[in-house]
């Protein structure tokens, strides 16, 4: 017995990273999966994301549960896009238990040479996007008086981040709009939470402006990023975060167990929220 036997989860940003945990998790305990994603790169984002062949691949990891899997190439800024694949999954699938809005995208820049467009992408990929694909399941799971929303929100949702405040408005909005659609919802039986990730070992991160960051200067290396990670966590013997350790999460939201949890953030950190604001590099 899996914890979503017999569930359908539509996941975005599905082709790799968290939401390709997030797809073999929740095939693991039971669930076919439906996953879309842009597949392409957006020209204000500083690394590659996902590919045509991440996103076959994530797929073909749900078949080897012996799981159903449907793969859908299109971006959550397009209303069109969600709604199509959303109305495609239920024809063949039948329903739509859960969605996991995880696609998303993040970048650095003072915020006073943020461009117009590097904050338009942002907002649009990381809070519009999660309002969008919320949009496009709510009316089905309203019919159906049932179902469960997980946003990816993260810690920068309730801290603010180093160089990115247009992430950080993002995922701080997202929590907003989780309260918000789990308080509308809540009256006709769906439940809605956001996950909030520390720092996940994914592409995300896992790039040479991830390295740059977290050593503090150009030409940062892949143990840096992982140093970093000791030092933004408590939790002894953690460094980045595995997506699987986001995704087992996400199961458990989704899951029955989880009955009557909604409207509520949570934290997948490692403890890193526990730290208290101690600069360790002050500038004089
Ligand atoms: N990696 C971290 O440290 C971390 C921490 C906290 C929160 N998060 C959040 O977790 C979520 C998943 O990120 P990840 O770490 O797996 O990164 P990732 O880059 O590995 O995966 C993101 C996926 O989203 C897809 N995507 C991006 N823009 C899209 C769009 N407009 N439409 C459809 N798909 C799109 C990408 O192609 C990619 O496959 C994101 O919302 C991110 O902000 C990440």
Not at 135 to 155: D, F, L, N, Y
Not at 169 to 194: D, Q, T, Y
Not at 198 to 225: C, E, F, K, W
Not at 270 to 279: F, K, R
Request: aromatic share 6%; net charge negative; with cysteine.
């Amino acid at each position: 017995m899996g914890l979503l036997d017999g569930k359908v989860v539509f996941i975005t940003g599905g082709a790799r990273g968290q939401g390709r945990a997030h797809a073999v998790a929740s095939a693991r305990e039971g669930a076919d999966v439906a996953l879309l994603d842009r597949a392409q790169d957006i020209d204000t984002v500083g690394y590659p994301l996902g590919t045509a062949d991440d996103l076959e691949q994530t797929a073909s990891l749900v078949e080897e549960f012996g799981r159903r899997a449907m793969r859908f190439a299109g971006d959550v800024r397009s209303q069109s896009d969600l709604d199509s694949a959303v109305a495609a999954t239920i024809a063949e699938f039948g329903k739509i238990d859960a969605l996991i809005a995880n696609a998303g995208i993040w970048a650095t820049g003072p915020f006073w040479e943020l461009s117009d467009e590097q904050w338009s992408d942002m907002i649009e990929v990381c809070l519009t996007g999660v309002w969008r694909s919320a949009k496009a399941v709510a009316p089905h799971m309203i019919e159906r008086q049932s179902g469960s929303i997980v946003m990816t929100s993260s810690v920068d949702g309730l801290e603010p981040g180093g160089i990115y405040a247009h992430y950080t408005a993002a995922k701080h909005g997202v929590i907003g709009l989780m309260k918000s659609v789990a308080l509308e919802l809540a009256p006709h039986g769906p439940r809605c939470n956001s996950v909030n990730p520390g720092a996940v070992d994914t592409p995300m991160l896992d790039n040479q402006p991830g390295y740059d960051l977290i050593s503090g200067h150009p030409g940062g290396t892949r143990d840096d990023l992982v140093e970093g990670g000791h030092r933004f966590n408590v939790l002894r013997g953690t460094a980045l975060l595995d997506p699987m350790e986001i995704a087992n999460t996400t199961v458990y939201l989704n899951s029955d167990l989880a009955a009557k949890v909604t409207g509520t953030t949570v934290l997948v950190d490692a403890g890193h929220m526990l730290l208290t604001g101690y600069n360790h590099s002050p500038v004089r």
